[in-house]
C-alpha cells in the first residue's frame, strides 16, 4: 500500500514531534529470544517520512527521537499494516536499555 508514514503515525499520535531529532522504521519478520536488545526483533530497514511509499503488508517498528538537544529521548511504535489500515499494537516511550523485551507479547500475537 502506498501511504506518507508521517501523516499516518500523526493520525494515531497527535503529539509526536515527528523526527525531530531522527529516527527509522524497520519491518519485523521474526522474533530472536536469545538476545535482550533491538537485534531480537528481526527485519529491514525501509524509507520513511513526508513523503509517499509503498509499503508491504506486514508489522513495521518505529523508532522516534524526540526530547531536547541535550536530552533525546527514544519512542518506540509497534505498527500492523493490513487491509489498507495502520494499527498501533505496543510503544514504549523514552525507551532506555532494555526496551525490546517490553514488544515481545504484542510482537508474538501478530507473528
Known sequence: MIINWQKEITKIDPDIKFRLHGGWLKTITELDKTVKNGYSLVGDFVKAGDFEEEY???IYLDCNKEGTSKKTQQDYRLFRFKNNEVRLLDMVIDG?????PQLWDALEGEL
Do not use: I, T, V
Request: net charge neutral; no cysteine; hydrophobic share 25%.
Open 56 to 58: 508491504s503488508e506486514g
Open 96 to 100: 532506555k536499555q532494555g526496551w525490546a
